[in-house]
């Protein structure tokens, strides 16, 4: 992992190896290299965490200040709405089909696809790397997951 990490990312790295998890480390390495961040930043639920991301929000425009402390507003251009209904398809393994209602396609296949996308998408950017829990934590229906983004809002 460490070889995809920045060299001046030393306290981010250290972030991920607290973790103790092989293959997150393998999935977030995977991803780094891939994806070609100028930067990286892992967000823990620290306060200071948080706020970076809320600073660097403002600073690249994603978000604006409102006239209330602490509080900010994101507006999305009238064509960046959501998904495209038309173009949205679920990956599925090739042995599997849903019907002619579901607008699918083979999970290697779409897969490969996304991974021509996502070469060096993220170059001369910074990635935002953060830990979530689908559904409630501390249960057995808890589901971590973890996002990379270069979208700080």
């Known amino acids: 992992m460490r070889d995809y990490l920045r060299p001046n990312a030393e306290e981010n790295y250290q972030k991920l190896v607290e973790l103790k998890n ?10 780094v290299e891939h994806c070609n961040p100028a930067s990286i930043f892992v967000r823990t639920d620290s306060a200071e965490d948080a706020q970076y991301i809320r600073d660097k929000a403002i600073e690249n425009g994603e978000e604006g200040k409102l006239a209330l402390q602490g509080h900010t507003v994101h507006f999305d251009g009238y064509y960046d709405q959501a998904r495209d209904k038309d173009k949205t398809r679920l990956l599925l393994p090739s042995n599997v089909d ?11 296949e779409g897969l490969a696809e996304i991974h021509k996308y996502m070469t060096n998408i993220m170059e001369r950017k910074e ?4 830990f979530f829990c689908l559904g409630p934590t501390n249960s057995r229906f808890s ?3 973890v996002q990379i983004t270069d979208s700080s809002y």
């Open 98 to 108: 849903l019907g002619s209602s579901i607008n699918s396609m083979d999970r290697d």
């Open 127 to 130: 990635a935002y790397i953060c």
């Open 143 to 145: 589901i971590p997951c």
């Open 22 to 31: 092989v293959k997150l480390h393998d999935f977030v390495g995977k991803y």
